[in-house]
C-alpha cells in the first residue's frame, strides 16, 4: 500500500500527525495553566478584607478612631510633623492616657512631649482660621 498513507503497524507516524499532535498537547496545557492562573487570581482579589476586626483590636487596645482628631485638625490647622521654622504654634492635639483626644495649649502639648505630662503628643495647631493673628 504505497503512497496510500497507511503505515503499518510500528512504523513511524507522518510527519504532519506528529505536529497536529504535539500542537494539540502545547494548546491544552497552555490552556490549562492560562486558567489555573486566572481561577487563582480571581479566588486572592475576590476575598473580602477583614478590615472590622482590625479595627476592633486597635479599639480594644485604646486607640481612638481617627474621627474626632482628624475633625480637630481641620479646624485648628494642626500638623502631624511640625511647622517651618519660625512658625509658632498656638495649641496642640494631645491623646490622654485613656485614650481621648484634647486640645490643649501648645505649652500643655509640650509638657506631653517632654514627658513631663502623661499622654502623647498627636498635632501642634496654628488655631482656628478666625483667630487673630500672632504679631
Same mark, same amino acid.
Given at each position: 500500500?504505497?503512497?496510500?498513507?497507511?503505515?503499518?503497524?510500528?512504523?513511524?507516524?507522518?510527519?504532519?500527525?506528529?505536529?497536529?499532535?504535539?500542537?494539540?498537547?502545547?494548546?491544552?496545557?497552555?490552556?490549562?495553566?492560562?486558567?489555573?492562573?486566572?481561577?487563582?487570581?480571581? #479566588?486572592?482579589?475576590?476575598?473580602?478584607?477583614?478590615? +472590622?476586626?482590625?479595627?476592633?483590636? *486597635?479599639?480594644? !487596645?485604646?486607640?481612638?478612631? &481617627?474621627?474626632?482628631?482628624?475633625?480637630?485638625?481641620?479646624?485648628?490647622?494642626?500638623?502631624?510633623?511640625?511647622?517651618?521654622?519660625?512658625?509658632?504654634?498656638?495649641?496642640?492635639?494631645?491623646?490622654?492616657?485613656?485614650?481621648?483626644?484634647?486640645?490643649? #495649649?501648645?505649652?500643655?502639648?509640650?509638657?506631653?512631649? +517632654?514627658?513631663?505630662?502623661?499622654? *502623647?503628643?498627636? !498635632?501642634?495647631?496654628?488655631? &482656628?482660621?478666625?483667630?487673630?493673628?500672632?504679631?
Amino acid at each position: 500500500m504505497i503512497g496510500t498513507g497507511s503505515t503499518a503497524r510500528g512504523a513511524a507516524a507522518p510527519m504532519w500527525l506528529r505536529v497536529a499532535v504535539q500542537s494539540v498537547r502545547t494548546a491544552t496545557t497552555v490552556g490549562a495553566l492560562t486558567a489555573l492562573a486566572g481561577f487563582g487570581a480571581l #479566588s486572592v482579589i475576590g476575598q473580602p478584607h477583614n478590615t +472590622t476586626s482590625e479595627r476592633s483590636v *486597635e479599639a480594644s !487596645a485604646g486607640e481612638v478612631s &481617627p474621627g474626632p482628631i482628624e475633625a480637630m485638625v481641620r479646624t485648628n490647622r494642626c500638623s502631624y510633623t511640625g511647622f517651618d521654622a519660625g512658625v509658632i504654634p498656638s495649641s496642640a492635639i494631645i491623646r490622654t492616657p485613656q485614650g481621648d483626644p484634647r486640645l490643649v #495649649s501648645f505649652d500643655d502639648g509640650w509638657a506631653v512631649f +517632654t514627658g513631663d505630662v502623661p499622654g *502623647e503628643l498627636v !498635632a501642634v495647631c496654628l488655631g &482656628p482660621d478666625d483667630a487673630p493673628a500672632v504679631p
